[in-house]
């Protein structure tokens, strides 16, 4: 697990008058550690990043999943976004149970990906 994102997190955490907990998760796009609070009753999942672009990518689906109004997907439990910060790249959203989908950093909306040639060769030849 990556030290400087679990800091990025108590630094994000303190900002709002939070603590983390227990690390629910981490993985190639940052950490997921649940985020406690004094002022707000129940506890939350926050995920920090680890780069800007799989940031940017999972804010805009989880707010188009928020515009349409989306909270399971084929009875897969869907997080939904309480707020997002730019500047610690964090995605604060609520807990779920499983079964879940959660991990929307590698996903792409209203665009395909820019694979080369090869890739995408090789993707549709399986």
């Known amino acids: 697990m990556d030290e400087e994102l679990l800091e990025t997190a108590r ?13 629910l998760g981490f993985g190639i796009h940052g950490i997921v550690v649940t985020l406690k609070s004094e ?5 939350r ?6 780069s800007r672009q799989p940031y940017e990518r999972e804010r805009a689906c989880y707010d188009r999943l928020r515009e349409c109004g989306v909270s399971e997907l084929l009875g897969f439990e869907v997080p939904q976004l309480l ?3 730019d500047a ?3 995605l604060e959203m609520t807990l779920v149970t499983p079964p879940f989908v959660l991990d929307f950093a590698g996903a792409w909306l209203d665009w395909p990906p820019t694979f080369s040639d090869e890739v995408w060769a090789e993707r549709t030849a399986k």
């Not at 630094?11 to 690390?23: F, K, M, P, Q």
């Not at 999942?45 to 680890?50: F, N, R």
Request: hydrophobic residues 40%; charged residues 25%.
């Open 88 to 90: 610690f790249l964090a």
């Open 39 to 43: 002022h707000e009753g129940a506890a």
């Open 11 to 23: 630094a994000y955490a303190e900002s709002r008058g939070d603590t983390i907990g227990e690390l």
């Open 83 to 85: 707020r997002s910060d």
């Open 45 to 50: 999942a926050l995920k920090i990043h680890s």
